[in-house]
Nanobody, 116 residues
Framework: QVQLVESGGDSVQPGESLRLSCEASGFDFKNYRMTWARQAPGKEVEWVSSFNTGGTSTTYIDNAKGRFTTYKDNAKNTLYLQMNFLTPEDTAVYYC?????????RGQGTQVTVSS
């Protein structure tokens, strides 16, 4: 059974940093492309970043480039999202996701609130 458990969300001030974690189980973690997505209040879920298979290739939404870094620890089956220089526009519930056999799996999410 696929499980994704996010953690690390918090309430912070603009300019601060957070590191989100996603513990995965129930599938061969190291061989799947993992993504982070977020949903801001009143908005649809949007893709934030991906860690692609076959190496260390990562991609990011434009407004996260240079601020966010996503990486994996395959020994711990854990995906991370390091977020620096947070702004109020980053306020959202953050999810990690994996597509397995055409089905998108998503965790319960972790809340990030950026406010002064």
């Amino acid at each position: 059974q696929v499980q994704l458990v996010e953690s690390g969300g918090d309430s912070v001030q603009p300019g601060e940093s957070l590191r989100l974690s996603c513990e995965a189980s129930g599938f061969d973690f190291k061989n799947y492309r993992m993504t982070w997505a977020r949903q801001a209040p009143g908005k649809e879920v949007e893709w934030v970043s991906s860690f692609n298979t076959g190496g260390t290739s990562t991609t990011y939404i434009d407004n996260a480039k240079g601020r966010f870094t996503t990486y994996k620890d395959n020994a711990k089956n854990t995906l991370y999202l390091q977020m620096n220089f947070l702004t109020p526009e980053d306020t959202a519930v953050y999810y990690c996701q994996v597509n397995i056999q055409g089905q998108l799996k998503r965790g319960q999410g972790t809340q990030v609130t950026v406010s002064s």
